[in-house]
Structures are given as structure tokens and as C-alpha cells.
């Protein structure tokens, strides 16, 4: 979600279902502007315009998903033609 106003420690954001207040407590000091990664009314993490892109790509597939489309390919563009790497922690314990 991106913020369009700061009110105290909440936040006006808009996002893929309109603009819902946030609360703010849990992370550091936010602007009007930045992109925030929320659950259940609360910012968890403030991210990156490229990375709250990807989200909502992936959103985007669930909710077509959920109406039973079967063509979403579009939604993972950065996952087309390569195979995602494997988190740090599991590549140590990895052997190909």
C-alpha cells in the first residue's frame, strides 16, 4: 500500500481494495509517498516501489485464481524463464 497522508501513528493508504487507514507503530518514521507491506491494518515493513510491484503482481494471480482463470504468467514476469534461487539459509544444506 502507498501512503497518501500521516496522521499520528497511522497512515492514509491506497491500495488494491481503495484507501484504508494503517497503523504505523510498529515500523520507523513513514512519508507521504512511501510503500508499505500491511496485514490486518498494520505496516509490518516499509518496501520498495519494485517490491510492493511484485506483490501486487502476485495478489493479482491469487485473486484470478479465485475466479477461476487459468492464465496468470503475466503476474510473475520476474519468474519467467528462470528458476527462483533458493534462500540463503536452505543453500547451505542444498547438494545438486
Known amino acids: 500500500m502507498q ?3 500521516i496522521e499520528d ?3 492514509w493508504c491506497d491500495g488494491r481494495n481503495g484507501r484504508v487507514r494503517i497503523n504505523t507503530m510498529l515500523i520507523d518514521e513513514v ?3 512511501d ?9 509490518r515493513e516499509a518496501i520498495d516501489a519494485g517490491h510492493a510491484a511484485l506483490i ?6 491469487l485473486d484470478r485464481v ?3 482463470e487459468t492464465h496468470f ?3 510473475f514476469s520476474d519468474l519467467i524463464d528462470r528458476e527462483p534461487p533458493l534462500p540463503d539459509f536452505l543453500r547451505s544444506g542444498y547438494k545438486e
Open 3 to 5: 501512503i497518501v497522508a
Open 9 to 11: 501513528m497511522f497512515a
Open 31 to 33: 512519508r507521504p509517498g
Open 35 to 43: 510503500w508499505l507491506l500491511t496485514f490486518m491494518g498494520s505496516a
Open 56 to 61: 501486487n503482481s502476485a495478489l493479482e494471480a
Open 66 to 68: 479465485a475466479a477461476g
Open 73 to 75: 504468467d503475466d503476474c
